[in-house]
């Protein structure tokens, strides 16, 4: 059993950056493939990111492509997700998520992952 809970939300700018932190509890956080998903109102929830155990590759969604970094401490068993120059187009909740897909190509998707946290709200205003 993995828990997750996010943090790092709140109202900033149009322009400014952000930073968003998981912390995992549990077994085996080093096993796990980690993503990040965001959902906006109305808008079905969306792949950001994620990053398998090894190698610590990142794939990225289109809608943060070339200005959102993503690192992981196992260490720590936290997952940081960095976005800059926002825009009100990234207001959403954002949701860290934990899985094993047997696919890597499933880890784009909400199917590759069987925990999540309770998300962390971020609005950019303009």
């Known amino acids: 059993q993995v828990q997750l809970v996010e943090s790092g939300g709140g109202l900033v700018q149009a322009g400014a950056s952000i930073r968003l932190s998981c912390v995992a509890s549990g077994r085996a956080f080093d096993t796990y493939v980690m993503g990040w998903f965001r959902q906006a109102p109305g808008k079905e929830r969306e792949f950001v990111a994620a990053m398998p155990a090894s190698p610590p590759i990142t794939n990225f969604g289109d809608s943060v492509k070339g200005r959102a970094t993503f690192s992981r401490d196992n260490a720590r068993k936290t997952v940081y997700l960095q976005i800059y120059r926002l825009t009100p187009e990234d207001t959403a909740v954002y949701y860290c998520?934990?899985?094993?897909?047997?696919?890597?190509?499933?880890?784009?998707?909400?199917?590759?992952?069987?925990?999540w946290g309770q998300g962390t709200q971020v609005t950019v205003s303009s």
């Open positions: 998520a934990a899985g094993r897909p047997l696919l890597s190509t499933q880890s784009l998707t909400e199917a590759g992952y069987e925990y």
